[in-house]
């Protein structure tokens, strides 16, 4: 029977990566509802406070694109960028992870991906070292903000264990800042150079046009950089009020007192700071709900809705023949679980879906929670198939054909940054956690 559910849940998780989208976490639903109706299973609570916080989040994240913020950001990076042409495999991954970390979402990598292109060409510079690492660090940073969905469905697990979003700051965003950082290091000399570059050369003679010139700036309204500081403000407050817990409000008197819950405070911060956006703004509500960055939040909202509650339901019902099997492994040799995580991550296509599908079992497994902060990088796979946007995206804006997708789909020209930043951040994060936790 084990054997059984296990094969419906892995059938769901792969029909639903296949289709993509909310597909995902509507064949997470489908799921279920066999493990329920045919095979009994008592399925557990959905993860409310997580998708909540999610929401409250993407909706925050989404009124500032309609207002504009997006825009600033991606022009500042542009001007960043076209200061430092000769560091460019470096500063194009620094800047697509400050500006990830920033807003939340790997979205504003796909507004980076020409501008990198066009500048690493115009410098004589192989686009595919700086646009391969930029795209691995836009998803290394997930797991480093504040306020992404990843992050704090990590924080809603962990909070009962006494850990604080400062915990999980401290050890991921160092690592995964080293992790990228070693990655350009390697890149900065991979291939020929782009002179050199046999598929370069055919498209020179076959007429490619030269790099475009620095494009005419976007107009950009005060309104837009007003949105920009009060997102900025509420990652901030969230990070003290994360940190700080006197700073939270408490209710109750005497042995009764009770501080206000980190998700709690995740979702009246980022659902205010939406509203002053909106109203200061004066930001068209419409536009919110039909803008990429909430649409994309979304769906990761329904993934963890299905795959998580599943995944949650089989571990549990299951629990007494798994632990067990395992429970030897994870005393041992915990680091096993991020290769876990690494190829659950490849196939649902979401950090946050990984971590509301996997990160449950390991702390129940009894996994030190500060090695789960640790291995929380190791969500980061879906770089190992050449299918996620950012990657589509980078192949597509690199006009000179230096990244692609190998003959053998495999070797592309994301696998080996994508390899190394995840190892390194993962190997710098276990040995943060053992002097910091």
């Known amino acids: ?90 500063m194009a991954p620094i800047t697509t992870y400050f500006f990830t970390f920033f807003a939340g979402t790997g979205h504003v990598a796909y507004t980076l991906l020409p501008v990198i292109s066009e500048v690493a060409q115009e410098s004589k510079v192989r686009p595919e070292r700086p646009l391969s690492v930029a795209v691995i ?17 990590l924080l809603a697990l962990i909070a009962g264990f006494d850990f604080t979003l400062m915990n999980i700051l401290m050890i991921t965003v160092p690592a995964t800042f080293i ?36 494009r005419e700036k976007r107009e950009v309204s005060s309104r837009s950089i007003y949105s920009v500081w009060l997102f900025l403000f509420a990652a901030v407050l969230i990070v003290l009020l994360g940190t700080f817990e006197q700073l939270r409000p408490s209710f109750g008197t005497g042995e009764e007192i009770t501080i206000l819950s980190m998700p709690h405070t995740i979702q009246i911060v980022m659902l205010t700071i939406a509203a002053l956006i909106l109203l200061i703004c004066k930001v068209d509500a419409a536009k919110v709900a039909t803008g990429s ?12 809705f299905g795959i998580a509650w599943m995944g949650d339901s089989f571990f549990q019902a299951n629990m007494e023949i798994i632990e067990p099997a395992v429970q030897g492994m994870v005393e041992t040799a915990p680091w096993v679980f991020a290769f876990a995580l690494f190829i659950m991550s490849i196939f649902l296509n979401s950090q946050a879906a990984t971590v509301g599908a996997l990160m449950p079992l390991g702390l129940t497994l009894g996994i ?37 997708i190998g003959k ?21 994060g276990y040995l943060l956690a053992f002097v910091l936790l």
């Open 293 to 304: 960055v909430f649409r994309a939040g979304i769906v990761a909202v329904v993934a963890i």
């Open 179 to 214: 992790g990228i950082m070693t990655a350009a290091f390697v890149m900065k000399n991979r291939g020929p150079e782009l002179e050199n570059d046999p598929e370069y050369i055919r498209r020179l003679e076959n007429g490619l046009a030269p790099a475009v010139q620095e």
């Open 408 to 428: 053998y789909v495999f070797n592309h020209s994301f696998m080996l940054p994508g390899l190394i930043a995840t190892f390194v951040a993962v190997a710098v």
């Open 1 to 90: 029977m084990f054997i059984l559910q296990f094969m419906i849940v892995l059938l769901a998780i792969l029909i639903g990566a296949r289709i993509g989208g909310i597909g995902l976490g509507i064949m997470g639903g489908a799921g279920l509802a066999i493990l329920t109706f045919v095979f009994n299973l008592e399925p557990t609570s959905p993860p409310i406070d997580v998708m909540l916080m999610i929401v409250a989040v993407v909706t925050a994240a989404g009124t500032l694109q309609a207002a504009g913020g997006m825009n600033v950001l991606v022009d500042l990076a542009e001007k960043i960028l076209r200061k430092n042409p000769s560091r460019i495999t470096f």
């Open 137 to 153: 660090a836009s998803q290394q940073a997930i797991v480093a903000s504040p306020i992404s969905a990843a992050t704090v469905a």
């Open 368 to 404: 030190n929670p500060a090695f789960m902060i640790a291995m929380f990088p190791a969500v980061n796979g879906y770089f190992f198939m050449p299918n996620y946007g950012p990657i589509i995206a980078a192949i597509g804006f690199d006009r000179t054909g230096t990244t692609k």
